[in-house]
T-cell receptor, first 113, second 112 residues
Framework: DTAVSQTPKYLVTQMGNDKSIKCEQN?????MYWYKQDSKKFLKIMFSYNNKELIINETVPNRFSPKSPDKAHLNLHINSLELGDSAVYFC????????????FGQGTRLTVV | DQQVKQNSPSLSVQEGRISILNCDYTNSMFDYFLWYKKYPAEGPTFLISISSIKDKNEDGRFTVFLNKSAKHLSLHIVPSQPGDSAVYFC???????????FGKGTRLSVIA
């Protein structure tokens, strides 16, 4: 019974396409994140949602649009994919109050060709 | 601007010996620190954490030390086991609504 699940695990697509990555958590957490791990292996925060509301949006192109239909789901839609979008994207969830760990999904490896 | 730095990209240790992974941070607002372990093709998994009100936290073979004045923390694994081979990420957050800020990771190889 996976705590944070992402689909798909692998995604290969052509430049210019639009794609979505889905994330669901069954931990009852109120906050969900999207992180990007690029070729340099840094894990960088992209978005943070609390109870379906966007609370943090780092410097991310507006081709990336997160959507949270409810507090257990946070999907990531990417328009007009570019080669530089190739990375591993991780979803995570936690409680908003500081001092708690975040739980991560298995990651989605996106390859844009 | 790296707020959390892991300056050693890799570390090799013999089985049974101690592994020491280091992490430095620059943001004095950080008050909660965590270590995550990551295997290939998996997401990071939480290992151990420490609050800024403590200087040590121990959980089995894993101990995290925090030196606030030096803005430095370290993870000690003793004894090291081959199954500990993974990438270890240091992370930090500030009180309230702040997501974790990660270091670049250190790849630990435990040699049998």
């Amino acid at each position: 019974d996976t705590a944070v699940s992402q689909t798909p695990k692998y995604l290969v697509t052509q430049m210019g396409n639009d794609k979505s990555i889905k994330c669901e958590q069954n931990l009852g957490h109120d906050t969900m994140y999207w992180y990007k791990q690029d070729s340099k292996k840094f894990l960088k925060i992209m978005f943070s949602y609390n109870n379906k509301e966007l609370i943090i949006n780092e410097t991310v192109p507006n081709r990336f649009s997160p959507k949270s239909p409810d507090k257990a789901h946070l999907n990531l839609h990417i328009n007009s994919l570019e080669l530089g979008d190739s990375a591993v994207y991780f979803c995570a969830s936690t409680w908003l109050q500081g001092g708690t760990e975040a739980f991560f999904g298995q990651g989605t490896r996106l390859t844009v060709v | 601007d790296q707020q959390v730095k892991q300056n050693s990209p890799s570390l090799s240790v013999q089985e049974g010996r101690i592994s020491i992974l280091n992490c430095d941070y620059t943001n004095s607002m950080f008050d909660y620190f965590l270590w995550y372990k990551k295997y290939p093709a998996e997401g990071p998994t939480f290992l151990i954490s420490i609050s800024s009100i403590k200087d040590k936290n121990e959980d089995g073979r894993f101990t995290v030390f925090l030196n606030k004045s030096a803005k430095h923390l370290s993870l000690h694994i003793v004894p090291s086991q081959p199954g500990d081979s993974a990438v270890y990420f240091c992370a930090a957050s500030a009180s309230g609504n702040t997501p974790l800020v990660f270091g670049k990771g250190t790849r630990l190889s435990v040699i049998a």
